[in-house]
């Protein structure tokens, strides 16, 4: 979508408030209500691609009430609230969590950090911001299969090894040895012998303990 035909919901009562949001966002697409009520009513009719909300509204409604209605109907808008009457406390509840605000900028609001914000909230929130978190669940989910791959790889490496070193011996192997020259703990060796022992590649004569190590065994 092209950032010209954003539409932006304004919940403002200030007229003249919203006539500096009419000349710094005159590129978009504004639509104005002036309480959190009348915004739940429009919503629907028209969803906006950004949601700029204020806090003290008319008919004693407060912006942040509306918050959670708001991140139900439209959970991937960006929502920016300038208000000059939240303290920090209030700022920061209100952008902390899963009902949270993306910014919140103070009152007189500078036009130019509205614009950035606006800018802002357009490129790397919304859509942009969802498709973002699918390409990291999916790269994380590679990266664990990948980690998984490797370790099995390594697993079965370092068991034909010590196959290859145990092989037809009945002599009980020193498995503080063998964990020395692979780098892995005692008990990593342990189940090691127990899976090739489980194979049938290796006698369980071997290690007779190999159903129940002792628990000496299975220090690291």
Not at 171 to 194: G, H, M, W
Request: aromatic residues 4%; negative net charge; contains cysteine.
């Amino acid at each position: 979508m092209n950032s010209n035909e954003a539409t932006i919901l304004i919940i403002e009562d200030d007229d003249l408030q919203y006539e500096i949001y009419e000349e710094a966002l005159s590129r978009y697409k504004l639509v104005r209500v002036k309480t959190g009520s009348e915004a739940l009513a429009q919503i629907p009719r028209c969803a906006p691609n950004v949601l700029i909300l204020d806090h003290v509204l008319e008919e004693g409604e407060l912006g942040l009430d509306f918050l959670p209605e708001f991140k139900e109907l439209l959970p991937f808008v960006p929502i920016i609230i300038v208000s000059g009457a939240l303290e920090v406390r209030q700022q920061l509840e209100a952008l902390q969590g899963p009902r949270r605000a993306h910014y919140c900028l103070p009152k007189p609001v500078d036009v130019h950090e509205l614009q950035r914000t606006v800018v802002a909230a357009l490129k790397e929130c919304g859509e942009a911001e969802v498709v973002r978190q699918f390409e990291a669940l999916e790269r994380s989910r590679r990266v664990d299969v990948q980690e998984l791959l490797s370790r099995s790889t390594d697993r079965l490496s370092r068991q034909n090894q010590i196959l290859d070193l145990v092989g037809e011996s009945l002599e009980r192997p020193n498995i503080s040895a063998l964990a020395r020259q692979f780098k892995v703990a005692r008990r990593t060796i342990i189940r090691d012998l127990q899976e090739l022992i489980r194979r049938g590649q290796l006698k369980p004569e071997v290690y007779p303990e190999w159903e129940n190590p002792p628990a000496d065994d299975d220090r690291s």
